[in-house]
């Protein structure tokens, strides 16, 4: 085998004035640094890549994708925040994208069947619902069946939504029928009703509410226990730069994204 002219990766036998042999470790490959495994250089992490992501991980990836671009000067890190199903749906006709972090894994294994990932998602965290009002709570909302009170607007996430989808999960677990006055495309517009006054009630994840601070206040209710949402990542197979959506996807799932994903209130995956 030969690599820049040098044969038998590099090794020189050495013939000593004594007769005895000494083999030199110079180049050979074993001890190589940037060596990957079958002799050759590691992908450079630069250039610039796009992450699809949950609209509930946005002020995570944003900051996550600040520390990943000082981290590894000269890239760049654009990111897309919509409803899972919304942003599978886009990959799917064509958009490019390196990197998906989904809201639930059903929406991830849309990708995985069409071939679409480079490699096995990955878990990066959980989430659970909870009922977020306006800080002075009008309706007198305490519970999940308080939300289905006559009279009360409640706002969910669409079905095709995860968060839409364990809102319906929650409803059966706790023998609740809601009537929402709206179905949103994300969690940020359902907390976007509700600040704005045109609802009472929104069922979000625990983490929105505490991203929206005092802007509205959280109430847990038993029933959303039951009901965990699990948050999976990965690189695209298309992706051009696939070194370097690895290494965000790798920060995200090491220790310091999942520091910064659980001092917003996510779980542990």
Not at 54 to 83: I, M, Q, W
Not at 132 to 157: E, F, Q
Not at 176 to 195: Q, Y
Not at 239 to 253: C, I, K, N, P, R
Request: hydrophobic share 45%; proline share 4%; net charge negative.
């Amino acid at each position: 085998m030969t690599r820049n002219g040098r044969t038998r990766n590099s090794c020189h036998l050495v013939l000593t004035a004594i007769g005895v042999v000494v083999l030199t470790a110079t180049g050979c490959g074993a001890g190589e640094p940037g060596a990957a495994g079958s002799g050759g250089q590691a992908d450079a992490v630069d250039g610039s890549i796009t992450v699809f992501a949950a609209a509930s991980l946005k002020e995570t990836f944003t900051e996550l994708a600040e520390r990943f671009e000082d981290e590894y000067p000269g890239t760049d890190v654009t990111l897309n925040f919509a409803g899972s199903s919304d942003l599978v749906t886009q990959i799917i006709e064509g958009a490019p994208a390196d990197v998906l972090a989904s809201a639930d894994t059903r929406t991830m294994g849309k990708l995985a069947d069409d071939g679409l990932l480079a490699g096995p998602a990955v878990d990066l965290a959980t989430n659970i619902l909870q009922l977020a009002v306006p800080p002075d709570n009008p309706a007198g909302i305490a519970t999940l069946a308080d939300a289905a009170r006559s009279g009360v607007k409640t706002v969910v996430c669409a079905a095709q939504v995860p968060c839409g989808t364990a809102a319906a999960a929650v409803e059966e677990a706790a023998g609740v029928d809601l009537t929402p006055v709206s179905e949103e495309s994300s969690v940020t517009d359902v907390i976007g009703k509700v600040t704005s006054g045109e609802a009472d009630v929104g069922l979000v994840y625990v983490t929105d509410v505490l991203a929206a601070g005092d802007a509205v206040l959280g109430i847990n209710f038993p029933e959303s226990s039951s009901v965990v949402n699990t948050y999976p990542i990965a690189s695209l197979a298309d992706s051009g730069e696939a070194a370097t959506a690895q290494a965000f996807v790798d920060l995200v799932t090491g220790d310091e994204g999942t520091a910064v994903l659980q001092a917003a209130g996510f779980g542990a995956p």
